[in-house]
C-alpha cells in the first residue's frame, strides 16, 4: 500500500472516532439527563483523553532528535497528520467513555 493510502484509512477511522464519540456522549447526556455520575465519567474520561497531549509532545521531541534534518513537511500533510491526531484522541476518549460508563 502507498504512504497516500495508509493516511485516507487513517483519516476514515478517524471520523468514525469522533463521530461515535459525539453520537455517544449525546445519547449518554440524554439519557442520564447530565446527573453528577455522568459527569464524574466525562471529567474521567477527558483526563485520559488530555494525556494524550504527553504522548505527542514525546513523540515529536523523538522526531526530532532522530528526524535528519533533511526531512521537510507539507502543510497538508502537517493538517493530515493532525486531524489523525484528533481522532486517535477522540478514540482514547471514546473507549475510556465506554470504560468508566461500566465501571461506575
Do not use: H
Not at 46 to 69: E, Q, S
Amino acid at each position: 500500500m502507498t504512504e497516500q493510502t495508509i493516511l485516507l484509512i487513517l483519516l476514515f477511522c478517524a471520523l468514525a472516532a469522533t463521530l461515535g464519540l459525539y453520537i455517544l456522549k449525546a445519547a449518554k447526556q440524554t439519557a442520564y439527563r447530565g446527573d453528577e455520575r455522568w459527569q464524574t465519567v466525562q471529567l474521567k474520561a477527558g483526563v485520559l483523553a488530555d494525556a494524550t497531549n504527553w504522548l505527542l509532545i514525546f513523540l515529536l521531541l523523538g522526531a526530532a532528535i532522530f528526524a535528519d534534518g533533511e526531512a521537510t513537511f507539507t502543510l497538508n500533510r502537517i493538517g493530515t497528520l493532525y486531524m489523525i491526531y484528533f481522532g486517535f484522541r477522540n478514540l482514547v476518549e471514546l473507549a475510556a467513555v465506554l470504560f468508566y460508563d461500566r465501571q461506575l
